[in-house]
């Protein structure tokens, strides 16, 4: 089997996360080969000096946890983010809006966004568990048509992560316009396993070490 290490987002979001932590999620990262690291935005520069000229995407997070920062404040983080060295942004949609409707509140915050990414991969986070299903594909129909790469489907922080369910619904409605992250909860590679089974192309995680070494463990590697 392929190894999953290029699907994986390899995370450390925590608030008490460490220069030193930064450093050794990126030498895990090149270690396994993994898409990216996904990191608190002022550790941004470190970890942009860590892996430059290498293969591993620096990526980061914008209106996170919550999503209800103002746009302005979304659109100057990204920028921010970018230019100390960034390649992928995070972002969390304004989830209370899309609950009451609001779609063209959600439009107008990531196509904005969308904009100060200025090309560099955008992924967009909905927080599933605060959805129901109909609404979760109104949203995939709103970003596949403003043109972002992924529909992410937690932060990780809220009151459930991302499912199976949830991933296979998000693909079925992309249709191939956009791709699918999974995020929140992933723990090992038999959860892992199951939500790239369902369509996710990348997978955000804490764990992608322990994942990538029961993987081999599977694999008789």
């Known amino acids: 089997m392929e190894s999953p290490a290029r699907f994986i987002d390899h995370t450390l979001l925590k608030a008490d996360a460490t220069s030193a932590q930064i450093q050794q999620l990126c030498r895990d990262a090149l270690h396994w080969g993994f898409a990216s690291v996904c990191i608190p935005p002022r550790l941004v520069p470190l970890a942009s000096a860590c892996l430059q000229g290498t293969e591993v995407a620096v990526g980061t997070v ?17 920028a921010q983010a970018l230019a100390a060295g960034a390649t992928e942004i995070d972002m969390v949609i304004p989830v209370g809006a899309a609950i009451e409707g609001n ?10 966004v969308l904009e100060s990414a200025c090309g560099h991969t955008l992924k967009v986070i909905i927080e599933c568990c605060y959805l129901d299903n109909p609404l ?14 992924y529909v992410k489907t937690s932060t990780g922080c809220a009151k459930a992560g991302a499912t199976p369910e949830d991933v296979r619904l998000l693909h079925q409605a992309a249709q191939g316009r956009l791709k699918v992250k999974a995020a929140g909860g992933i723990r090992d ?33």
């Open 103 to 112: 779609l063209d509140v959600v439009r107008e915050d990531v196509c904005r």
């Open 62 to 78: 914008v209106g996170f946890p919550l999503g209800y920062d103002v746009t302005a404040t979304k659109c100057s983080a990204t």
């Open 189 to 221: 590679w038999m959860s892992c396993r199951a939500m790239l089974e369902a369509g996710a192309q990348r997978v955000g995680t804490s764990n992608g070490v322990q994942i990538m070494q029961q993987w081999q463990r599977e694999q008789g590697l």
């Open 136 to 149: 979760k594909v109104q949203l995939v129909e709103l970003l596949a048509d403003a043109g972002v790469a």
